[in-house]
T-cell receptor, first 116, second 112 residues
Framework: SAVISQKPSRDICQRGTSLTIQCQVD?????MFWYRQQPGQSLTLIAT?????????ESGFVIDKFPISRPNLTFSTLTVSNMSPEDSSIYLC?????????????FGPGTRLTVT | GEDVEQSLFLSVREGDSSVINCTYT??????LYWYKQEPGAGLQLLTY?????DMKQDQRLTVLLNKKDKHLSLRIADTQTGDSAIYFC????????????FGSGTRLSIRP
């Protein structure tokens, strides 16, 4: 398996501010994804982070609220903009790897965001 | 449509087998997964099964797939306290490099 790290691991932010979350992978990957896990809920895909082009957003998520960067094959950032308490969640990045001829998707440890 | 359903809670006695069930609606799913999430931790990929398989065994874990009924189960033999976690069933359609749809998660608790 691969090592995926995220920074920060947690943060408490004020309403109206923005937070950028970083995701670093220890090897080059084609596909990276950002998910949100609201308190007590399952994971919901926010967007696919494409290297060299704009991210692909899922229904209900927009670039103005969740801008994503993917400058190279090992790194991506997700910004949560103009935060409100409803944005309090765990944000997880994931990456797909080819292992033994198969694609496998692994997740980072998550960033726990609390908005006050 | 995309929908994966699981029961929310399961309680088993230490040493017994745990069986966590999942149903999905999209018959075109090609990969079905089980992920484990321990308190305060990220997601750990436990195992996955291709849709053309009926069963997969990996040490204490057995995955059964009934494609006709769109039913997936995870059996954990000899359940230990370290197995306490939330278990997510999930599906994807093309490969595990595609987006993954998660179920609501089943919280497994172990009683002595």
């Amino acid at each position: 398996s691969a090592v995926i790290s995220q920074k920060p691991s947690r943060d408490i932010c004020q309403r109206g501010t923005s937070l950028t979350i970083q995701c670093q992978v220890d090897s080059q990957v084609t596909m990276m994804f950002w998910y949100r896990q609201q308190p007590g809920q399952s994971l919901t895909l926010i967007a696919t982070a494409n290297q060299g082009s704009e991210a692909t957003y899922e229904s209900g998520f927009v670039i103005d609220k969740f801008p994503i960067s993917r400058p190279n094959l090992t790194f991506s950032t997700l910004t949560v903009s103009n935060m409100s308490p409803e944005d309090s969640s765990i944000y997880l990045c994931s990456a797909a790897f080819r292992t033994g001829g198969r694609d496998e998707q692994y997740f980072g440890p998550g960033t726990r965001l609390t908005v006050t | 449509g995309e929908d994966v359903e699981q029961s929310l809670f399961l309680s088993v006695r230490e040493g017994d087998s745990s069986v966590i069930n999942c149903t999905y609606t999209d018959s075109s799913s090609t990969y079905l997964y089980w992920y484990k999430q321990e308190p305060g931790a990220g997601l750990q990929l436990l195992t996955y099964i291709f849709s053309n398989m009926d069963m997969k065994q990996d040490q204490r874990l057995t995955v059964l797939l009934n494609k006709k009924d769109k039913h997936l189960s995870l059996r954990i033999a000899d359940t230990q306290t370290g197995d306490s976690a939330i278990y997510f069933c999930a599906e994807s359609w093309y490969s595990s490099a595609s987006k993954i749809i998660f179920g609501s998660g089943t919280r497994l608790s172990i009683r002595p």
